[in-house]
């Protein structure tokens, strides 16, 4: 083995793992700019169906986007456990609402594998690998690609 390949190997990812429905998810701790507990969402009349609405975080309106809705999961009402994900995607800042954020994780790059076809019936669109853990799964989504350009056009627009 090269050293390169025994460096790439080694290398960790650092990841906020969260968890929609029975499964549990995780996106590269670098696009996330904060975590908070559910506000008041204000809804925003003729948006798509997986857009709940907007929030003002300091100041900021901020597009608010169910991910349930978004991966074709029946809608749940928040909990005390629900949280909005604040992340940048292509300049828009947008929330993404999460049944729970459960921790920050590192894993070796060497445990992620490319995502089957569908996995928990989220296309494989939005996942860029399956990350393998001692005793579980973690479906790593790619957050740029979980809004199309229309939906970014539009979101930017609110």
């Known amino acids: 083995m090269d050293p390169t390949q025994k460096k790439q190997d080694d290398e960790l990812l650092q990841l906020v793992t969260f968890s929609i429905g029975e499964e549990e998810f995780g996106v ?16 925003v009349p003729r948006a798509p ?15 608010i986007i169910d991910l349930r809705r978004r991966f074709g999961l029946a809608p749940k009402v928040h909990d005390k456990n ?4 604040v992340i940048e995607i292509n300049n828009i800042i947008v929330g993404f609402v999460v049944d729970a954020v459960s921790e ?5 790059a060497s445990t992620v594998e490319p995502p089957p076809p569908v996995v928990a019936g989220v296309d494989s669109d939005y996942i860029s690998g399956v990350g393998k853990l001692q005793d579980r799964l973690l479906i790593m989504l790619d957050l740029d690609k979980l809004l199309s350009s229309e939906d970014i056009d539009l979101l930017s627009n609110m």
Do not use: A, D, S, Y
Not at 28 to 42: A, G, P, S, W, Y
């Open 49 to 63: 169906e997986f857009v709940e609405g907007v929030i003002n975080l300091r100041g900021k309106v901020i597009p």
């Open 104 to 108: 920050v994780l590192r894993i070796p």
């Open 28 to 43: 590269n701790i670098l696009k996330v700019q904060e975590i908070i507990r559910t506000m008041e969402i204000t809804k």
């Open 82 to 85: 629900t949280r909005i994900i």
